[in-house]
């Protein structure tokens, strides 16, 4: 999409996961804006205080989207988290449809399955266009602040 300020929506992003730290989950946001260039709907990760182990911040988006009534296919759509989107997350994006994916910081090799998001797309039919690293050294501070004060383990 021509004319978003990848930059800002990244810090939107972030200011996402860094809300979702102060509960106690793990950092990270995300949000879906439409081809008007519009934020239609954000979320964030909620593993901890949902309860959830799949309450990633990408899959809450979809929901939330698809609760406002922005439905795959979402033509024409960026998503934009803060991080690049695990294994389980990138296959929902694929699902969804949208035009784009905008991340900040880099995949991590302790992700479980350790597959990124170049390599789930790569078997995907129609995958969106990636536009990753926007931010990516303050994106990946910020995860590793909220891991180094992190006493649970490893976040994914």
Same mark, same amino acid.
């Given at each position: 999409m021509i004319g978003i300020d990848r930059e800002a929506l990244v810090r939107e992003a972030m200011a996402l996961a860094?809300?979702?730290? /102060?509960?106690? &989950? @793990?950092?990270?946001?995300? /949000?879906?804006? &439409? @081809?008007?260039?519009?934020?239609?709907a954000r979320a964030s990760n909620r593993q901890v205080s949902g309860g959830d182990p799949i309450a990633h911040s990408e899959l809450e988006l979809l929901r939330a989207a698809a609760q406002a009534g922005h439905r795959s296919p979402l033509d024409g759509y960026v998503i934009v988290v803060n991080a690049e989107p695990c294994s389980m997350c990138a296959s929902a994006i694929v699902k969804a449809a949208p035009a784009e994916l905008i991340y900040g910081a880099p995949h991590e090799p302790h992700m479980d399955p350790d597959l990124g998001v170049a390599e789930v797309f790569a078997r995907a039919r129609r995958p969106p266009r990636v536009t990753p690293g926007v931010?990516?050294?303050?994106?990946?501070?910020?995860i590793e602040g909220f891991r180094g004060a992190e006493v649970r383990g490893p976040i994914d």
């Open positions: 860094a809300e979702a730290g /102060l509960r106690g &989950d @793990p950092p990270f946001g995300a /949000l879906l804006v &439409d @081809p008007s260039g519009a934020v239609v931010l990516a050294a303050e994106s990946a501070a910020q």
